[in-house]
Each structure stands twice: as C-alpha cells, then as structure tokens.
Nanobody
Framework: QVQLVESGGGLVQTGASLRLSCTASGRTVGIRAMAWFRQAPGKEREFVAGVSWSGVTTNYENSVEGRFTISRDYAKNTVYLQMNSLKLEDTAVYYC?????????????????WGQGTQVTVSS
C-alpha cells in the first residue's frame, strides 16, 4: 500500500502563486510516475500535470502550460506543483496521484493511488 498526503492549498487572489506538495509513503518502491489532477464543482476530474519518476518527462494540460511547474524530489518521495499567475478558473480540489507502471498519463483510471485532495480557491 502507498499513502499520499497533499498540502499547500489555500485561498489566494488572482495572479498569486501557490505550491502544492504531495509526499508518498509506504511501499514506494516501483513508483513510475506521479501527477496532479483537479476537480472543480460540477465538473469531472481533469489532468493538470504529470512527471515521470525519473524526472525526465513532464506534461501539462494546455491551460496551465507556462504557469504551472511540476517537479519531484526523488529522495523525499515528494512531488510539487508550483502554480503561478493563478486564475479564477484554477479553483478546484487538487489531487495527487501515483502509478506503479508505465509513464505519466492524462487518464485518471491509469493511476493506482490517490491523495485526499487539497482545496485551492482563487478569488478576484
């Protein structure tokens, strides 16, 4: 079993920055990729950003490209999401996800473990 714990969410104004963290514990041997998804009220969960555990490959959803940066600390089993120039539409619950096979994927069903989510609220 793997446990994921997210932190770093909060209430900010448009244009501000936040950094989310997600730390994996338990049977973390074999991590292949981690990602961030988000879910706004009344909407489906959507992919935000992903990173291969080697750190070589990253990918982003179009609307966050250039504003968000995903990174990972291999020694700490932690993945980060640096979010800059936040917009109202970034408001959502952000979830960390981990998969034990394959590469970073934009499909939620391909991830094996999920965190509990952290709320990000952007206000004008």
């Amino acid at each position: 079993q793997v446990q994921l714990v997210e932190s770093g969410g909060g209430l900010v104004q448009t244009g501000a920055s936040l950094r989310l963290s997600c730390t994996a514990s338990g049977r973390t041997v074999g991590i292949r990729a981690m990602a961030w998804f988000r879910q706004a009220p009344g909407k489906e969960r959507e992919f935000v950003a992903g990173v291969s555990w080697s750190g070589v490959t990253t990918n982003y959803e179009n609307s966050v490209e250039g504003r968000f940066t995903i990174s990972r600390d291999y020694a700490k089993n932690t993945v980060y999401l640096q979010m800059n120039s936040l917009k109202l539409e970034d408001t959502a619950v952000y979830y960390c996800a981990l998969r034990l096979a394959g590469h970073s994927s934009t499909y939620a069903q391909e991830y094996d473990y999920w965190g509990q989510g952290t709320q990000v609220t952007v206000s004008s």
